[in-house]
């Protein structure tokens, strides 16, 4: 079966940073993007980032200039570095895989448990 499963995530101090990874299995998603949301307490899901078969790459406004999403066809795993990380940052961060992709959670039909962001400040 499918499965996405996301690692990195923890507690990390306002200013540092984290790598996150999602690792693929059940199919290549070779011609998928892939795409990072996240998830604070009482708020929607919401885009951060996602790359495309292609290489291109879209980044939420948000995290625009900190955050960096990578893919590695290899071994079938997606990365978000974090830098400059805040305290605004910090939610369950899901990876996700679909045929079409974007900025829209309803675009992705694969989803990961989610790992867990926290910043202090």
């Known amino acids: 079966q499918v499965q996405l499963v996301e690692s990195g995530g923890g507690l990390v101090h306002a200013g540092g940073s984290l790598s996150l990874s999602c690792a693929a299995s059940?199919?290549?998603?070779?011609?998928?993007?892939m795409g990072w949301f996240r998830q604070a307490p009482g708020k929607e899901r919401e885009f951060v980032a996602a790359?495309?078969?292609?290489?291109?790459?879209n980044y939420a406004d948000s995290v625009k200039g900190r955050f960096t999403i990578s893919r590695d066809y290899a071994k079938n795993t997606l990365y978000l570095q974090m830098n400059s990380l805040k305290p605004e940052d910090t939610a369950v961060y899901y990876c996700?895989?679909?045929?079409?992709?974007?900025?829209?959670?309803?675009?992705?039909?694969?989803w990961g448990q989610g790992t867990q962001v926290t910043v202090s400040s």
């Open positions: 996700a895989a679909g045929a079409a992709g974007g900025s829209r959670p309803r675009s992705y039909d694969y």
């Open positions: 790359i495309y078969w292609n290489g291109g790459r």
């Open positions: 059940g199919g290549t998603f070779s011609s998928h993007a």
